[in-house]
């Protein structure tokens, strides 16, 4: 599976994911979908985001908000063990996220991840980790900074004992202010990491998951015609696909007629498709 991997370690910890943005990025797809729940590789991005932390926490969390009816209904019915932190009537960003979650969290650390990125290199972010410091797992060779690609976050119980549950960001009241006193534990990361921000890096990163199995990826349940063609693409549950599907999408459900051809597209629903 795609993602960060991370093993059990001897620490008392819990996992969090960032799950409450609005999506304004996501343009009429984020009208339609909450962005945690778009696939990539056949995966919901929720559902890689909750197993890439789950090897090293004790139990896990998501904060929702945009989409909160549908998110909370998802999570019930899969996740029934995760904790749900509604944040209302708006969202808290993501220390706030942490300040709100802190009677839960009771003195564990902290795995932070965002649920909608997608990144491929197997990595755990404990080794090494001294137990007292904020570390962040920062994609690429460059220095920390503001812009920097943020992969996961560790924090200790010392410092997100400190937040509150007032809108407020990680960086800003703690990376920033742990890098200035030398005291921010930066660890780098490479290999394919996509922050799925707009619909066309959720069609990059599912190219990603492609390029890292190194075929199409084709769920049991799609129907494949006798002529259809398929190459460098995604095809989801219960897709028909008769016609040519070219480094594309075809999510859960749908289908590609005959003589048609989607090429460089995800087909969402009928009548949508979002190109790259």
């Known amino acids: ?22 999506g304004r990025r996501f343009g009429a797809l ?55 932190s ?19 969290i009771d003195g564990r650390s902290v795995v932070a991840t965002n649920a909608d990125a997608w990144v491929e290199r ?13 570390r962040v797992l920062v994609h690429g060779e460059e220095p920390f900074g503001r812009s920097s690609s943020i992969i996961a976050s560790v924090l200790p119980w010392s410092v997100v004992s400190e937040m509150q549950s007032t809108p407020s960001g990680l960086y800003e009241i703690v990376w920033r202010q742990a890098a200035e006193r030398g005291e921010l534990d930066v660890v780098h990361i490479g290999g394919a990491f996509i922050d799925c921000g707009r619909p066309s890096d959720l069609l990059a990163a599912n190219r990603g998951a492609v390029e ?36 594309s999408v075809v999510w859960p459900g749908q289908s590609v007629a005959s003589g048609e ?12 498709d979002v190109s790259d």
Not at 86 to 104: C, F, I, K, N, S
Not at 261 to 272: C, I, Q, T
Request: charged residues 20%; proline residues 4%.
């Open 30 to 84: 984020g009208r339609l979908f909450p962005k945690a729940l778009c696939p990539v590789g056949n995966q919901l991005l929720l559902d890689l985001a909750l197993d890439r932390i789950a090897g090293c926490v004790d139990e896990s969390a998501v904060n929702v908000h945009h989409f909160r009816n549908e998110m909370v209904d998802f999570l019930r019915l899969s996740h029934p063990l995760v904790e749900v």
């Open 261 to 272: 051809r989607l090429v460089n597209s995800m087909r969402v629903s009928p009548g949508f």
């Open 86 to 104: 509604l944040e209302e009537p708006r969202a808290l960003g993501t220390a706030g996220a942490l300040g709100q979650l802190r009677e839960w």
């Open 212 to 247: 890292s199995v190194g075929s199409s990826i084709i769920d049991d349940t799609a129907i494949i015609g006798r002529n259809a063609k398929i190459e460098g693409s995604v095809i989801g549950a219960g897709a028909r696909i008769d016609g040519e599907v070219i480094g």
């Open 122 to 134: 197997t990595v755990n972010p404990f080794d090494g980790w001294s137990g007292d410091v904020v």
């Open 1 to 22: 599976m795609v993602g960060i991997k991370v093993k059990r370690n001897d620490k008392n910890t819990v996992g969090v994911v960032l799950a409450a943005g609005e």
